[in-house]
């Protein structure tokens, strides 16, 4: 089974600091990886992923994320916080061997931005 | 991308009653479609996943009698949370697979709705 685990449920950064978001994973088989933000009240929105090819994925907003076998990771960056990247981030795994596995989520990591 | 939108976004009923939540894909055939529920300050956890013409294959622990799904075309999923209990409030999110053949097939999410019950 695969699993996902993010480390922190908050995390806390001034306003123009670096954000690192870490993911761990756990997978029989190389998985794809995907990171999502959730506004308050709304859905999920995809931010990045890592399917095949390129290990540093590029998403949108200034974020981005490496795969690390080595490490098991999938670790979310931005170099410069902003006010409005304040929001729930969950790293998401799905197996590339069946194309009905759903993905399967990882508790989350609240952002906070301090001004 | 691909949009799915869901109806309503909130809604707000008496215990006992039966509410019904749609799930659509607006530009693309999803022959599959996953329902999670979200509680305050959680993750996501998947509670059945749909695919169209046949029966939901629902996760360990939840009731499909309760919680009832149908998958009627390749654009519509819908669920049911029949006799509805206060502890049913929660956000239900559904996601719709795009299938490309021979490539990934992307899972889009739903905006959610929100259901509180009294």
């Known amino acids: 089974a695969q699993s996902v685990t993010q480390l922190g449920s908050h995390v806390s950064v001034s306003e123009g600091a670096l954000v690192l978001l870490r993911c761990n994973y756990s997978?029989?088989?190389?998985?794809?990886l995907f990171w999502y933000v959730q506004y308050p009240n709304q859905g999920l929105q995809l931010l990045l992923k890592?399917?095949?090819?390129?290990?540093l994925v590029k998403g949108i907003n200034g974020f981005e994320a490496e795969f690390k076998k080595s490490e098991t990771s999938f670790h979310l960056t931005k170099p410069s916080a902003h006010m409005s990247d304040a929001a729930e981030y969950f790293c998401?795994?799905?197996?590339?061997?069946?194309?009905?596995?759903?993905?399967?989520f990882g508790k989350g990591t609240r952002l906070s931005v301090i001004a | 991308g691909a949009v799915v939108s869901q109806h309503p976004s909130w809604v707000i009923c008496k215990s006992g009653t039966s509410v019904k939540i749609e799930c659509r894909s607006l530009?693309?055939?999803?022959?599959?479609m996953f329902w999670y529920r979200q509680f305050p300050k959680q993750s996501l956890m998947l509670m059945a996943t749909?695919?169209?013409?046949?029966?939901?294959?629902?996760e360990q622990g939840v009731e499909k009698d309760k919680f009832l799904i149908n998958h009627a075309s390749l654009t519509l999923s819908t669920l049911t949370v029949t006799s509805a209990h206060p502890e049913d409030s929660s956000f239900y999110i559904c996601?719709?697979?795009?299938?490309?053949?021979?490539?990934?097939?992307?899972?889009?999410f739903g905006p959610g709705t929100r259901l509180t019950v009294l």
């Open positions: 996601s719709a697979r795009d299938q490309v053949a021979g490539g990934y097939n992307e899972q889009f």
């Open positions: 997978s029989s088989v190389p998985p794809y």
């Open positions: 890592y399917t095949t090819g390129a290990t």
């Open positions: 998401a795994v799905s197996s590339p061997l069946s194309g009905n596995t759903p993905l399967v």
């Open positions: 530009d693309f055939q999803a022959t599959t």
């Open positions: 749909s695919n169209e013409g046949s029966k939901a294959t629902y």
